[in-house]
C-alpha cells in the first residue's frame, strides 16, 4: 500500500510566525486534501490541492492564511501563516486516487502547538 | 444540507465486551458514501470502511462489523470482543455524489475507551 508522509510530525512555533507543512505520497494520486483538526474536535476540510493551479478554499478558509501549493501529483505543501495560539491544531493531508480508488487515506498528521 | 451525527461522545467498556458505536447521517443526494476511520492515540487517521448508498449489505471483517440501514439513514460500527487496541476515537464520515474531489463531512467522534 501506499506510504503517504508529512513533515514536521510535531511543531512548537511562535506567535506571528508561519509553519510550513510537506506532504508527500509515494505513488500519484489524483486529489490532495488538507484538514485542521482542533484539540478534542472533528476534522475540519480547509481546502482541496490542484495540481498547477490555485487550491479551493472551504468557506472560512482564505489564500493569505493558508497557501497551498501542489506543484506535481506526489507533493503538497500546506502553510499557516501569521501564527496565533487559535491555530494550535493537528493538520492532516489526505489522497484520493491511489490505485485508480477514490477513498481518501491520511497522513500521520503534523501536531502544531502555538506558543 | 450534509451532516453526520455520532451522538455517542465517549464509551467505556472491559475486554471481550461488545460495542456498537452509532452513526446517523443526512443528505438529500441519491449517490453517497460512508466510511469509518480511526484515530489511535497517536493522531493518525485509518481506514476501515467505506460503503456506497448503493449497497445496503452488512459486512463483517475480523471483529468489526457494519449496519447500514438507508431507512433510518444510520451506519452503525460493532465491534465484537473488544480489545485493549481497540481505544481510539472513531469518526464516521460521508461523501456526496461521486466526482472526484468530494469533501468528506465528518461526524464529531465517539472515543472507545476499553480496558482491561
Known amino acids: 500500500s501506499a506510504v503517504i508522509s508529512q513533515k514536521p510530525s510535531r511543531d512548537i512555533c511562535q506567535r506571528g510566525t508561519s509553519l510550513t507543512i510537506q506532504c508527500q505520497v509515494d505513488?500519484?494520486?489524483?486529489?490532495m486534501f488538507w484538514y485542521r483538526q482542533q484539540p478534542g474536535q472533528s476534522l475540519t476540510l480547509i481546502a482541496t490541492?490542484?495540481?498547477?493551479?490555485?487550491?479551493?478554499?472551504e468557506s472560512g478558509f482564505v489564500i493569505d492564511k493558508f497557501p497551498i501549493s501542489r506543484p506535481n501529483l506526489t507533493f503538497s505543501t500546506l502553510t499557516v501563516s501569521n501564527l496565533s495560539p487559535e491555530d494550535s491544531s493537528i493538520y492532516l493531508c489526505s489522497v484520493e486516487g491511489l490505485a485508480g480508488g477514490d477513498t481518501q487515506y491520511f497522513g500521520p498528521g503534523t501536531r502544531l502547538t502555538v506558543l | 444540507a450534509q451532516k453526520v451525527t455520532q451522538a455517542q461522545t465517549e464509551i467505556s467498556v472491559v475486554e471481550k465486551e461488545d460495542v456498537t458505536l452509532d452513526c446517523v447521517y443526512e443528505?438529500?443526494?441519491?449517490?453517497?458514501?460512508l466510511f469509518w476511520y480511526k484515530q489511535p492515540p497517536s493522531g493518525e487517521l485509518v481506514f476501515l470502511i467505506r460503503?456506497?448508498?448503493?449497497?445496503?449489505q452488512n459486512e463483517i471483517s475480523g471483529r468489526y462489523s457494519w449496519n447500514f440501514q438507508k431507512s433510518t439513514s444510520s451506519f452503525n460500527f460493532t465491534i465484537t470482543a473488544s480489545q485493549v487496541v481497540d481505544s481510539a476515537v472513531y469518526f464516521c464520515?460521508?461523501?456526496?455524489?461521486?466526482?472526484?474531489?468530494?469533501?468528506?463531512?465528518f461526524g464529531k467522534g465517539t472515543t472507545l475507551s476499553v480496558s482491561s
Open positions: 505513488s500519484q494520486v489524483t486529489m
Open positions: 490541492a490542484n495540481q498547477g493551479s490555485e487550491a479551493t478554499y
Open positions: 464520515a460521508l461523501s456526496e455524489g461521486r466526482q472526484a474531489g468530494t469533501a468528506l463531512i
Open positions: 460503503r456506497n448508498s448503493f449497497d445496503e
Open positions: 443528505t438529500r443526494d441519491t449517490t453517497y458514501y
